[in-house]
């Protein structure tokens, strides 16, 4: 069986999908099929590359002809939300290959989802089955589209590890492991540190995202102004890692914070590094967006606040800091083993869909 993954960008963009698509192709090597992606990212490593799928350059007929060409003989192509780039090349290369004497069956992946209508609309012209990897995803697009095939599969991630030195050593440490954007909530956080910094509290701030995410448009100069004093101090840290760094950074930190601002569809649709958390047993605190609620039940060490509340947020921030780290209850345990081994094992769940996909 040969696979296929479409997605518009690749590592080294390492935000969720990316982190996931590398683990997945990984995991698929070791599967009986043979398994490859094709992103829009030049030379991202583990990943073939193709103009039409370049998101800063518009797509010619002739670069989407050849892209349908190269996905010729796939049993099954896996495209990576579909709906939010370029719809006249995802339309035309499902046109292609559905009108096949052998048809390819498609997959297409939500991973992150918006309340545009034109997006629902234009998922529901597509043939195939929609893949999520929440009860929260999930739900929204029973609720958008009740008749679409979906099936909610585990998500990939690197378990391998590699040290990192997170800054900040003398005092306790607030991390935000997310790149750093308004919608992740990262002028909440920021803000939240500086409100206590300010009031004499004693801690490291430090928002560890990507080399190539850390500084997108959405937070305020004002504030990032107001974090200069704090940098300058060794009390903020701007900082990027790798995947496998990402490990050693959670570990070393003493309260996550990850405060998506939205309570909509576009919520937190999941959260790798709130579940890394989990698994390293950390103290969390997360927004009631999306999936962080779900993810979260039951786990002793999190509070959930309001989404976009930064007094609650910073109020749940002086709380943490002054409570010892809690000792993990059986729950919290048996929760970070279940994701631990759906992170290792999502390869063979991929599989197992296209199977069935391939013989029905």
Known sequence: ?????????????????????????????????????????????????????????????????????RLADADIVHWHNPQWHKPDVVTAVVDRLRHRARPTRFVFDLHNIDDDPAQWAFLATLPGTIATHSPFVAGEVHRALPAAPTHTLPLALPLDEEPFPLPGTDGPTVLQPSRMTRWKGSHLSLEAALTLLDDGSDLHFVHAGTRHLIWPPGIPDTLLHRARTWRDKGRVHFTHYTPAQSWSAIRAADVIVHPTIDRGTHGEPFSLAVAQAVICHRRIIASDSGNL????????????????????????????LTQDAPAPTPDDLALAAHLRHSFATAGRHHLALYRTLTTT
Do not use: F, K, N
Not at 10 to 37: K, N, R, S
């Open 1 to 69: 069986m040969r696979i296929v993954h479409l997605h518009w960008t690749g590592p080294p963009v390492t935000g969720g999908v990316e982190t996931h698509l590398h683990a997945l192709i990984g995991q698929l090597a070791d599967q009986p099929c043979e398994a490859t992606a094709i992103v829009g990212t030049p030379d991202a490593p583990g990943c073939a590359h193709h103009p039409a799928l370049d998101i800063a350059h518009p797509a010619t007929a002739e670069l989407t002809a050849d892209l349908a060409e």
């Open 293 to 320: 609620p779900a993810l979260l039940a039951g786990y002793s060490a999190a509070a959930i606040v309001p989404a976009g509340d930064t007094r609650a947020l910073t109020d749940a921030l002086r709380h943490a």
